[in-house]
């Protein structure tokens, strides 16, 4: 049963061997793939092509999945009892690598504005030491963490002025939206990302300026939890440190 769909910035080709799906079934589909739309949203071309199978001896379905972006091809794939299910787990893995693509292409041109001198980094006024910001994630103690990076929040916030600038059309939502709140989400994305910090090879001011773009797109995308979570994390910073 072919099914095509191309009036969104991602075109779907679907199709399913052995069964078929209901009309219900494909407008459930079509809400699953909203997260994957968002993220491949700046891309020129996104194509996804989704072939179910029902296999009758094992009474289960094969889900692969391939999506078409500029110059590159991800796959992948899943299988399970409940089509659906098998299906939302390409959806996820697919994210996952698109999320990798970005934070390569952004890498890049990070390195070429830096090659040409037009990069401003986020230089704090003093190192933190890496090890207490290792314990204070590994503890959980969010505000320790912020108070072993505060040396880089001047300088983040002067980036991130800098960086808005990029998003003229910021939603209702977020048209009054600080620049401390975003530098705020930055901290907050460090924080929960921390072990994803290739400090062998990537400075942290590096890193850090490498999560201000999409701390901005998650804030624009979902205000409302982003909002939330950035007030969360401020209460977790005012709270008194233990033996306090």
């Known amino acids: 049963m072919p099914f095509s769909d191309e009036t969104y910035n991602l075109r779907i080709k679907l199709d ?10 494909i407008a459930k589909i079509e809400t699953g793939l909203q997260p994957l739309r968002k993220v491949v949203r700046d891309f020129p ?15 289960d379905y094969k889900v692969d999945a391939s999506l078409r972006l500029p110059k590159r091809i991800l796959y992948t794939g899943d299988h399970d009892f409940d089509p659906y299910t098998a299906f939302r787990r390409c959806v996820r893995k697919l ?14 041109s990070a390195i070429s504005k830096r ?3 037009t ?22 103690d969010y505000r320790r963490f912020r108070e072993a990076t505060y040396a880089y929040e001047e300088p983040l916030r002067k980036r991130i002025g800098r960086w808005i600038e990029r998003y003229p059309n910021l939603t209702p939502k977020t048209s009054d939206l600080g620049i401390d709140d975003i530098v705020e989400e930055v901290f907050l994305n460090a924080f929960e ?3 994803d ?3 062998s090879s990537v ?15 998650a804030i624009i995308q979902n205000p409302d939890a982003e909002m939330e979570n950035i007030e969360f994390a401020k209460t977790l910073r005012a709270a008194p440190a233990e033996g306090d």
């Open 16 to 25: 399913t061997k052995n069964f078929q799906f209901s009309a219900a079934e």
């Open 45 to 59: 071309v996104s194509d996804l092509y989704l072939t179910f199978y029902y296999h009758e001896r094992n009474n």
């Open 95 to 108: 994210m996952m690598k698109v999320e990798s693509v970005i934070d390569n292409m952004e890498n890049r």
């Open 115 to 117: 090659e040409k001198g």
């Open 119 to 140: 990069q401003h980094d986020v230089v704090p006024s003093h190192l933190p030491d890496g090890a207490t910001l290792a314990e204070a994630v590994e503890s959980g």
């Open 193 to 195: 990302r921390f072990g």
């Open 197 to 199: 910090w290739p400090s």
């Open 203 to 217: 400075t942290l001011s590096d890193w850090l300026e490498s999560l201000i773009d999409p701390s901005i797109k």
